[in-house]
């Protein structure tokens, strides 16, 4: 019985001497993300940019005559109020008892048309997808964003929350 005891012990030392030392400790290098205005300086004709670093954003025409200090504001509520207009609530999604949050995200380009949407929900919520996706679509030409002065593609994303009135017995 102690040779076991011995034995094991030993095996237990190798062991842990072998893995320990082959453990190899690569740093990886820094990840360095540009600042807004880094982002902002390097303008590309041809990239989408983010609304956070533009110099005028895209606006709705309801916008139009808001403070530029508003002006984003006034396009995440005037996209809102599109949204409650337009949902339909698909009639199947409702039978089943799908809700939750879709994100869609799509670009906003250089002539105020909104283009290449794509969308994410829950888990079995494509009918919750392609109705975010229809309602963005109905929305009207927007005022291109800016970035010194030139026109540029705008990546917007816009949150659809899907929520049922009261629960529905799930099939």
């Known amino acids: 019985?102690?040779?076991r005891k011995y034995f094991y012990s030993i095996v237990f030392v190798v062991l842990g001497s072998v893995f320990s030392f082959g453990q190899v400790d690569e740093?990886?290098?820094p990840v360095v993300v540009p600042t807004v205005q880094e982002v902002a300086e390097t303008y590309d004709a041809d990239v989408s940019y983010p609304i956070a670093v533009l110099d005028e954003p895209p606006l709705l025409k309801t916008c139009?005559?808001?403070s530029k200090a508003d002006a984003l504001k006034c396009l995440y509520e005037q996209i809102q109020k599109h949204v409650k207009k337009n949902l339909k609530y698909p009639k199947e999604a409702k039978e089943i008892g799908i809700q939750g949050k879709v994100a869609v995200v799509f670009i906003i380009d250089k002539e105020g048309n909104c283009k290449d949407f794509k969308?994410?929900?829950p888990k079995n919520g494509q009918l919750l997808e392609?109705?975010?996706i229809r309602i963005m679509k109905l929305l009207p030409k927007l005022t291109p964003g800016?970035?010194?002065g030139k026109l540029v593609n705008v990546h917007y994303a816009v949150p659809i929350l899907f929520q049922l009135d009261k629960p529905v017995r799930k099939r």
């Open 1 to 3: 019985m102690d040779c």
């Open 27 to 29: 740093k990886e290098p």
């Open 64 to 66: 139009i005559d808001v």
């Open 119 to 121: 969308a994410r929900g």
């Open 130 to 132: 392609e109705e975010a």
């Open 146 to 148: 800016k970035v010194k």
